[in-house]
């Protein structure tokens, strides 16, 4: 398992980059890809990261290796039995401001990398469940800073932070898991042979 980057470092290496997107953002969208059966590929899913953060010649090394090993923990968290999903969000200790945005910047990247990944589907063709979890997320990604902060806030945000951890869970549960499901043989099925037999 790699030793994942803090928000600070990847922060510091986007905007040492002239990239304007938080590193939250950027995770929300290979989230969302991820949720919808894309963003394995290395190459596709950086250059789609690249063009979300409006850079033509491509995101640095440094920050591309770290989101590559921010996807492959993500990959894990999804298909994983413990519902592990790491969210790329500030410390625990940093100003609550700054990770209620960095959550609303994370909704926000998962809705980029959802409608990438799910172009072509009609919301009527995805389920009730999905549909809520999407509009939920919308919600989030419009959301402002608390004018207070305090144990009360603190509990919110870590209910929120939650809901969009799930909701994401959810999402790929539906799309991806479900589907993979449906295509496994059963009991009773005969096993497709994985080469043809040869004719003579």
């Not at 928000?7 to 989230?31: T, Y």
């Not at 969302?32 to 059966?37: D, I, N, P, S, V």
């Not at 980029?112 to 990604?141: K, R």
Request: hydrophobic fraction near 40%; charge should be negative; aromatic fraction near 4%.
């Amino acid at each position: 398992m790699p030793e994942l980057p803090d928000f600070d470092e990847l922060a510091r290496a986007a905007a040492q980059a002239g990239i304007p997107n938080s590193p939250s953002e950027l995770h929300g969208v290979v989230c969302g890809l991820l949720a919808t059966g894309h963003g394995h590929e290395d190459s596709a899913l950086l250059g789609t990261l690249a063009a979300h953060a409006e850079q033509p010649e491509g995101l640095p090394p440094e920050l591309s290796r770290a989101l590559i090993d921010w996807r492959d923990q993500t990959m894990e968290g999804f298909s994983g039995t413990g519902l592990e999903l790491p969210l790329l969000l500030p410390a625990d200790e940093d100003d609550l401001d700054l990770r209620v945005a960095a959550l609303g910047q994370w909704s926000e990247g998962f809705l980029v990398g959802f409608g990438t990944g799910a172009a072509g589907v009609a919301d009527t063709e995805l389920s009730p469940g999905v549909q809520e979890a999407l509009s939920d997320l919308s919600a989030v990604s419009q959301v402002t800073t608390p004018e207070e902060t305090g144990e009360e806030e603190e509990r919110m945000f870590e209910q929120v932070a939650e809901h969009c951890r799930m909701s994401a869970l959810m999402i790929y549960t539906d799309l991806v898991m479900k589907q993979q499901a449906a295509k496994k043989p059963g009991p009773g099925d005969a096993a497709e042979p994985e080469t043809p037999p040869t004719r003579h």
